[in-house]
């Protein structure tokens, strides 16, 4: 199994990238990581304003996947999420987040990890769900920072894409250039204060090019749903093309029409919120397996 060290970094994902490794289709990859801070800070006592801001969520790789050709679809089946610290950092600071209007300083925490268990201000245990912050392709255009999500994927921060979910990315350039970083111990949706528990790590993927088979991307797929993924300058905007593409994914897949997809899609379906604090917001639809087998509806 090829195995990407967390010195092969890019901090934007760009057609531009040199590859730091050729795979063939169906092949594992292992992708060491550092946090979103670049690994500057390994205490509170760390000096918010001397950080490093132009080296934010890197991203390890790229990896160019082989016979993956623009128009093809890049599957990404994540296989394992290791994380490598004993402790996450998390930063707050005037002008970032939700609140940041209200902050007068900045401050730096980090939170113990242990027994799978986050041990959080006032003495709230958390459950750890490592997932994947920063995960995408080139686009097919100018260089999009890793720290920016959009249609290819990267900082979409949605806490479903962890161990078990399988994601579909478009390819926009040959080889497809996938890249991964920005893990989190765990993260709510919205990631309002403007971090998850953010930490180093190992995640194990398959990348399999699919061809013929176009799909509204980003998409993902877990055993409990199929996710639409959409990236956008507003909350409002990024909603619509979420529950657009998730309709006409099940208009077009099945033979019910774009009337009924969308009244379907409003009683047993879920708009969620991934994220509110990057340079564009993110959401996903979700449609139950319950729903999609019925009509039997699959990303595959």
């Not at 009683?267 to 917001?281: E, M, R, S, Y």
Request: with cysteine; charged share 15%.
């Amino acid at each position: 199994m090829e195995k990407i060290l967390r010195t092969q970094v890019i901090y934007a994902m760009s057609r531009h990238n040199l590859p730091v490794a050729h795979v063939p289709s169906g092949s594992d990859v292992c992708f060491e990581t550092c946090d979103c801070f670049s690994d500057q800070i390994t205490s509170e006592q760390a000096v918010f304003n001397e950080l490093d801001w132009k080296h934010i969520n890197p991203a390890t790789g790229p990896i160019f996947v082989e016979n993956a050709q623009p128009g093809d679809v890049l599957r990404v089946e994540i296989k394992s999420i290791i994380l490598h610290s004993q402790q996450a950092v998390m930063v707050t600071a005037p002008g970032l987040g939700v609140i940041g209007d209200e902050l007068v300083q900045p401050q730096i925490r980090t939170v113990p990890i242990e027994d799978g268990y986050a041990h959080l201000p006032g003495g709230v245990r958390w459950p750890l769900k490592p997932m994947i912050g920063v995960i995408g392709v080139a686009p097919s255009g100018d260089e999009i920072s890793c720290g920016t999500p959009d249609a290819h994927g990267g900082n979409m921060d949605c806490k479903i894409i962890t161990e078990g979910c399988t994601l579909w990315l478009p390819v926009n350039v040959e080889g497809a250039l996938f890249a991964l970083g920005d893990l989190h111990a765990a993260m709510g949706d919205g990631e309002v204060s403007v971090c998850g528990l953010e930490v180093p790590g190992e995640v194990v993927v398959n990348l399999s090019v699919i061809k013929g088979h176009p799909l509204p991307t980003p998409m993902m797929s877990t055993a409990d749903a199929l996710y639409t993924l959409a990236s956008a300058a507003t909350l409002d905007e990024a909603a619509q093309i979420a529950t657009r593409n998730m309709a006409h994914f099940v208009a077009e897949h099945t033979p019910i029409s774009l009337a009924d997809a969308i009244n379907l899609l409003s009683i047993t379906g879920d708009l969620q919120i991934c994220q509110v604090v990057d340079p564009l917001k993110t959401c996903r639809f979700a449609l139950p397996r319950a729903v999609a087998n019925q009509l039997k509806l699959t990303l595959e």
